[in-house]
């Protein structure tokens, strides 16, 4: 799935950054900072969720939008990462142009 977003994204002319696991897009983000954040709510070592909290809980809070990814539908579970700052939740799977268009929404 990374890859095939990856490409997507890269194909409509963004940069992109990849990291293995939520752990790892933590220490990328404390490197380089981005202008989105697109990550799957099950990865390894940190899932996606946690990943939202600890950008939203650090001072001063990391306030780059999120986009999460998800074969999961549950409302609550929605509910819960809206709640805490997400800016998207799209459930796989879908097509890159919807991918798309969900980025062009929330990058303005």
């Not at 977003?5 to 950054?17: C, E, F, I, P, S």
């Not at 999460?68 to 939740?89: C, M």
Request: proline share 7%.
């Amino acid at each position: 799935m990374r890859a095939i977003v990856g490409k997507t994204l890269r194909q409509a002319a963004h940069d992109v950054v990849e990291a293995t696991d939520g752990q790892n897009a933590i220490d990328q983000l404390a490197a380089s900072p981005v202008d989105l954040v697109l990550c799957d709510v099950n990865m390894p070592r940190v899932d996606g969720l946690s990943l939202l909290r600890y950008l939203r809980t650090q001072s001063p809070p990391v306030l780059t939008p999120v986009l999460l990814l998800s074969a999961e539908a549950d409302p609550r579970r929605i509910q819960f990462a809206k709640d805490n700052g997400a800016s998207g939740w799209m459930i796989k799977p879908f097509k890159p142009e919807q991918l798309l268009a969900t980025l062009r929404q929330i990058l303005g």
